[in-house]
């Protein structure tokens, strides 16, 4: 019985990614990226406010790029395959400039699964060393976990690809006219973190450190290194900030609503092992109301739960077993 | 005469259904497999849907192998003789059962879902009626029983069978044990990258007692999440605890304070 229930369950599941596959090749399996000019030469794909799904495609990342005299800069490479052809194919209808160089941000997959296709154009793809191993350990099961989650018809052609140059210190990149800084800023986010500053506008490219009006992703990160990133950009010379996930950042409260919320996130967790809670209790709780207008708040509770409370039960289990 | 019987008799059948649909025999998820559960783990014996037996987890699943739930169990409910976690859709659906020696207000656990799944927990009490809640879990990354997982390798280094354990004074006034064992807690139905079989291998069996008797015995399957945690509330917990466990190899272990 459940032998039959489990193949009648796998060929919905299977009939619903056809389904999705096709509607996708329907439409072309393009996401419409438009490319906004934020400041002189420096653009920005939008993504959604929304959690990965078959409608999107995984479209709810901010990529760009910046334009100097001699040759561009790409930031970020989005979820998949087709989205790092369509950014390519955007930039190229905007410059003739060679895209010389690419910097992934981070590991996680929205800004990091495209950067094969920007290899394949020659371009140098620079990441992180921690953000390097952290894709090659994690890819290939992340890649299983986006299919489900949006799709094989998205996911079709993308391959865990490494980069070309490891960032391990800070570094400045000529455009030609202009000079882009290149920051690692790890440990906070993911263990291998990096942002981008275009100097001549004062926009900086904050990756994932920065989640505007939208709730951050934890499951890798350390809150308290976190917040110290926090701190250190918000008193860097910045005019508009371009985050990860969410809108245009052009003013310093976003620095308090992360700090509030991460700072709830850590004391909660804590506050809620030492009290001997379940975690089933930890993640059914409520977000106090002060939070309830960032996106995707319900689920990046949950996961944030998930790892933070899980990991802080695992260091108080340790120290029990020492003592019974 | 008669016809009085025919009345009491007329409102004990109207009492009785009243009483019917406040509690129902009717499975709220509409489950095709819930007869089937029914009758392989509760033994065929009259269950009642009701709000005595209360499962807690969140109900959109990321990680399928480490799925938090908490069964509150009511005091309403008198004696509880035994209660029976059951996730229909798993492979191994029974996913575990405990038998409490006293009263027992919530007993936690994680576990492992393979796809989406009516997730029930069923109170058996003594006059032989269980008293059911569910829950759906939505499970978003299926395969929580099939996928090899990082946990086998510590599980099965030289902490194997380690045990701890917390006591914490609730605010409800109970006491609660939360205790963790360190297990791979294999399913059989995991390869290794090599393709290999892995195969089951779980905790079996755990005694949980303290000065004044036993408090509850589980008996566990492997759809128990790896590095098994069980959280019991109760009232009175004595300061000296005894904890022994057993193994599907018929490795034993205890611990003791």
């Keep these: 019985m459940t032998i039959i229930r489990t193949s009648i369950s796998a060929f919905v599941v299977l009939a619903a990614l056809l389904a999705a596959s096709l509607s996708a090749h329907a439409r072309g399996l393009t996401y419409g990226l438009q490319a906004d000019e934020i400041a002189d030469g420096v653009y920005v794909f939008w993504g959604l406010q929304e959690n990965w799904n078959v409608q999107n495609g995984g479209n709810i990342v901010n990529t760009g790029f910046i334009v100097g005299d001699k040759e561009v800069l790409a930031i970020d490479t989005g979820p998949t395959k087709f989205y790092a052809d369509e950014m390519i194919r955007v930039i190229r209808s905007i410059t003739d400039k060679p895209i010389r160089n690419t910097v992934v941000t981070h590991h996680h997959p929205d800004h990091s699964f495209g950067l094969q296709r920007f290899k394949k154009i020659n371009s140098r793809v620079m990441m992180h060393p921690e953000a390097r191993a952290g894709l090659l350990r994690d890819g290939a099961a992340l890649i299983g976990f986006m299919e489900i989650a949006m799709g094989q018809g998205w996911m079709a052609g993308t391959e865990i690809d490494k980069p070309n140059k490891s960032i391990r210190q800070s570094m400045k990149l000529d455009l030609g006219g202009r000079t882009a800084l290149i920051m690692p800023l790890d440990g906070g986010h993911t263990p291998g973190d990096v942002i981008v500053m275009d100097q001549k506008t004062g926009t900086l490219f904050a990756g994932d450190l920065i989640f505007h009006q939208r709730a951050p992703t934890v499951p890798h990160a350390d809150i308290p290194t976190w917040l110290d990133h926090l701190n250190t950009m918000s008193a860097m010379d910045w005019q508009r900030i371009v985050p990860g996930h969410g809108p245009l950042v052009t003013d310093r409260s976003v620095f308090n609503m992360m700090a509030d919320y991460l700072e709830y996130l850590q004391q909660f967790a804590e506050d809620s092992v030492a009290r001997g809670d379940t975690l089933a209790d930890a993640m059914t709780s409520d977000v106090p109301e002060r939070f309830h207008g960032l996106s995707t708040l319900q689920i990046e509770y949950r996961r944030s739960m998930l790892s933070l409370f899980r990991k802080i039960e695992t260091q108080d289990f340790d120290a029990a077993a020492a003592v019974n | ?257």
Excluded at chain 2, 45 to 59: H, I
Aim: charged share 20%; hydrophobic share 45%.
């Design chain 2, 1 to 257: 005469m008669k016809s009085i019987l025919g009345l009491f008799a007329a409102i004990g059948l109207v009492l009785g259904m009243t009483q019917m649909a406040a509690a129902g025999s009717i499975d709220p998820n509409d489950s095709p497999l819930w007869q089937t559960m029914h009758q392989d783990f509760l033994y065929g014996d009259e269950a009642v849907f009701d709000d005595l037996v209360t499962v807690v987890m969140p109900v959109d699943i990321e990680n399928s192998t480490d799925v938090p739930v908490a069964i509150r169990l009511s005091p309403d409910l008198g004696e509880v003789e035994e209660v029976a976690l059951i996730a229909e859709n798993n492979p191994i659906p029974l996913v575990a059962r405990m038998y409490p020696h006293r009263q027992i207000n919530m007993f936690g656990i994680k576990i492992r879902l393979e796809m989406s799944t009516p997730v029930r927990a069923a109170a058996r009490t003594a006059d032989g009626v269980w008293h059911v809640g569910s829950e759906w879990a939505n499970v978003l990354t299926p395969g929580g029983c099939s996928a090899p997982i990082e946990f086998s390798e510590a599980g099965a280094g030289a902490r194997l069978g380690e045990i701890s354990f917390r006591t914490y004074a609730r605010d409800d006034g109970t006491d609660r044990l939360k205790m963790r064992i360190i297990h791979p807690m294999e399913t059989g139905f995991a390869f290794t990258p090599e393709g290999d079989e892995i195969p089951a291998y779980f905790v079996e069996r755990i005694e949980l007692a303290d000065e004044n008797g036993p408090i509850a015995d589980l008996v566990t399957n492997a759809a128990v999440a790896p590095d098994p945690i069980f959280t019991i509330d109760t009232a009175g917990l004595n300061q000296s605890l005894q904890i022994n466990a057993r193994d599907s190899e018929g490795l034993q272990f205890e611990t003791f304070r």
